[in-house]
């Protein structure tokens, strides 16, 4: 005879059952993915330690069969670049924030970093690098996933830094009536905020790898060509041999990564992060994501946690004391003397720094070289500056209206990685031969490549600040009815400001970096220059011209930071003082 049960007890028995039976589901397929995850990465270190030689002896190929390997390949060299970006940006934007001597260093370091080009830095750091590693291919490894890490981190830093500058006062006296440590307060109050900015600029980092993926693999020097296989090199060869099968083929695996990683790994980071949003109402429109919710219903999840929380425990993380003040109390007069210093001690070492560039720049160029090197310097200037405004007047409208409309941004969330990632290298044919046949100027009608490195900054970010709007704020313009121009001016607009900053401020950096490939296009003999700067040290570095590459991207610096010192950090200021949530 089969035991009878009360409706609800029989309720909560069949649950218990069917949620058991979903966590061992569950359970299994997340193990198999960590498994293939494993097997993933270990063949990858394995490929990334062989023999230099072994590029020689296994040329790269265009053949189908060797696509998944290469992007596999391509594909841990950008988790590995941004792994290390994100470990970047949490240390040095906290100190930049934490500590003004630090800012006084480190803001001005990111400015001329961030304009460096790709080609800079892998002028200087492919030798490097093999001489770290002799005749193993892990110093080209190390090089190229350099170049990846240069093109991913800088966006990333300035959110996160934005985030720390940004975060409430009403927190902060919070935590200080928690008596929270500096540590605590930089994991329970600091972190979770700045966590939602971060991910967007994960995102587009992640499309800004893809985007130099091809400077990043296929490394020119002067006499040194390195091919690294994957898929940017697989793009310059078929770019060289005028293949567009090949080409397409390539986007298509660039495609299925990209949702791949989207569905595996973005939209579940997206999902648990919006936990973290600021604000006092409940959002009724949540991101969703199968992937997370499936960690969810594990049972190995939970007990990952709890062996981390049970380690942090033991190494006391949750109770480091605070730091013991110092004896005596400094005066204002100190303070100011101390931070003259390190400025007097910042500006000499800089002047070191300068005086040296300068003497290897002079062994072989002389005063007319700078002028008109100076004069490619203001023509991409100028259309750095008519793309910013572009791609701000087309995608802060859009990014907000995707940021405040969840389930409408889950759908378009890889369809903007996917267009964000489009390497601009694919449509460098079809640019050459229109500009040929109908004899257009390349100095106009190249500029328009260069928007694909600059559109996305502005759109990840103003979309990550639309999102983090807090949901009473928007009821409240509701109740109100702020519509129109008003809702934009005293609503949208000083909300995602800050935002909106962090994003044009790396879109302008983007559109330098995107001169290097935009300026100088190539599609078999055919070669296409704009007068800029972006061609002159593309044209330098391939004729391993080391003084002209320096000039070049010297040059470059210095029009990037006084920019970013004339409107962007000023812009910054405003944002803190007037426009923050509090």
């Known amino acids: 005879m089969r035991p009878s049960f009360p409706a609800p007890a029989l309720t909560s028995l069949r649950n218990r059952e069917q949620a058991a039976t979903t966590s061992w589901w569950a359970d299994i397929a997340l193990f198999s993915i960590l ?3 494993a097997a ?28 998944p390997e290469y992007t596999l390949r391509t594909t841990l060299r950008m988790f590995i670049a941004l792994f290390a970006s994100f470990v970047f940006s949490l240390v040095v934007a906290t100190l930049a924030a934490k500590s003004r001597k630090a ?16 080609l800079g830095f892998l002028t200087f750091t492919v030798v490097f690098f093999m001489g770290l590693f002799p005749g193993k291919e892990t110093g080209v490894e190390c090089a190229a996933i350099f170049a990846i890490f240069t093109s991913q981190v800088w966006n990333m830093t300035f959110s996160f830094y934005q985030s720390l500058r940004t975060v409430p006062n009403d927190l902060y006296d919070v935590s200080r009536q928690f008596s929270f440590s500096p540590w605590q307060r930089f994991i329970r109050l600091e972190l979770p ?29 002067g006499d040194t060509t390195v091919s690294l296989p994957g898929i940017g090199s697989w793009l310059a060869l078929a770019i060289e041999q005028q293949n567009i099968a090949a080409i397409a083929w390539a986007v298509l695996a660039m495609v ?7 569905l595996l790994f973005f939209r579940p980071i997206v999902a648990w992060a919006d936990r973290f949003r600021f604000e006092q109402t409940a959002s009724q429109k949540r991101p969703r994501s199968r992937v997370y919710d499936l960690l969810r219903s594990t049972r190995l999840v939970p007990w990952v946690l709890q062996a981390l929380a049970g380690i942090k425990t033991s190494l006391f993380l949750d109770k480091l004391p605070r730091m013991p003040r110092i004896g005596f109390k400094s005066s204002a007069r100190f303070n100011r003397a101390s931070d003259l210093i390190w400025i007097a001690l910042v500006i000499a070492a800089c002047m070191a720094g300068i005086l040296q560039l300068s003497r290897f720049i002079g062994s072989t160029l002389g005063l007319e070289d700078v002028i008109s090197t100076f004069g490619l310097g203001l023509a991409t200037l100028l259309r750095v500056a008519v793309l910013i405004v572009l791609a701000s007047v087309l995608w802060v409208p859009i990014g907000v209206w995707i940021g405040l409309n969840p389930r409408w941004a889950e759908r378009l969330q890889p369809v903007a990685q996917l267009l964000a990632a489009f390497p601009a290298n694919v449509l ?20 328009p490549l260069m928007v694909l490195g600059t559109q996305w900054y502005i759109l990840f970010n103003v979309i990550a600040g639309a999102s983090a709007l807090p949901t009473d704020l928007r009821e409240a313009a509701r109740s109100f009815h702020v519509r129109g121009w008003q809702w934009w001016r005293q609503f949208a607009l000083p909300g995602i400001f800050p935002y909106y900053i962090t994003g044009a401020l790396t879109a302008a950096g983007g559109s330098w970096n995107a001169s290097i490939v935009a300026e100088a ?6 070669h296409l220059y704009a007068s800029g700067l972006g061609s002159y040290i593309a044209q330098a570095t391939a004729a391993g011209d080391l003084q002209r590459v320096a000039l070049g991207v010297s040059v470059m610096s210095i029009f990037v930071v006084g920019f970013n010192r004339l409107l962007w950090r000023p812009l910054y200021g405003f944002a803190e003082r007037r426009l923050r949530i509090d």
């Open 35 to 37: 498994l293939l995850l």
């Open 40 to 67: 993933f990465i270990v063949y990858g270190l394995d490929q990334m330690s062989q023999p230099l030689g072994a590029l020689d002896s296994s040329p790269l190929s265009l053949d189908l069969v060797h696509l």
């Open 103 to 118: 800012a006084i260093v480190i803001l001005p370091a990111l400015d001329i970093l961030q304009s460096v080009p790709v």
């Open 193 to 221: 905020f700045a966590t939602p900015g971060l991910v967007w600029n994960m995102m587009m980092s992640m499309s800004g790898g893809w985007f130099f993926v091809v400077a990043s693999e296929a490394i020119t020097v």
């Open 256 to 262: 299925g990564v990209i949702i791949a990683y989207d």
């Open 428 to 447: 460098f044919p079809f640019a050459v031969i229109a500009i040929v046949a109908l004899k257009l100027n390349p100095d106009i009608w190249l500029s």
């Open 521 to 526: 296009v190539s599609w078999g003999n055919e």
